[in-house]
């Protein structure tokens, strides 16, 4: 069978087809492409059959298969997101809507910062580094050689305060 000897590698899909399409299908969850999965799985078994080593054929065959369902996966997801990110492209409308909008929200992005000077200085950090620079928690803490407790509690003052201070209205 190592050799790739055709008959014996159709014993094998006979053997273990059900096997490898409960596998890709665990993951992908679509009969259609899991269907495809497997035959795809089995394509790579073949190849691959030179650099098994005698240890736990199902086993070796499952993680091929589980693999290469995870990678179908990501490139669906990958798909998906060009996908949308064209869509979303698309409805830009006109060169001059789309100028419109940038003009409205360079202007929402000034008011802002100019709202975040207004904070008290010991919370515009955390509200800058977490919300505007999308730091964790850990990184702010790291730089402020503090605990993140402090950082939470930073955070957790700093939004009362807005909710206290500020109106929804005061950014539209």
Partial sequence: ?????????????????????RTVFAVLRDQKEAEDAAQEVFMKIYTSLPQYENQGFKTWMTRIAV????????KQARLREEV???????TIGTPRDSVENEIIEQDQRRLVRKRLNELPENYRDVIYGFYIAEKSYQQ?????QVQVKTIETKL???????????????FS
């Fill in 1 to 21: 069978m190592l050799q790739g000897h055709d008959h014996a590698f159709r014993l094998l899909v006979e053997k273990y087809r059900n096997d490898v399409f």
């Fill in 67 to 74: 693999n290469h369902a995870i990678d179908v996966k990501r």
């Fill in 84 to 90: 949308v990110e064209a869509l979303e492209q698309g």
């Fill in 140 to 144: 702010m803490a790291d730089e402020q």
């Fill in 156 to 170: 957790y003052r700093a939004r009362n305060w807005m909710k206290k201070n500020w109106k929804e209205d005061d």
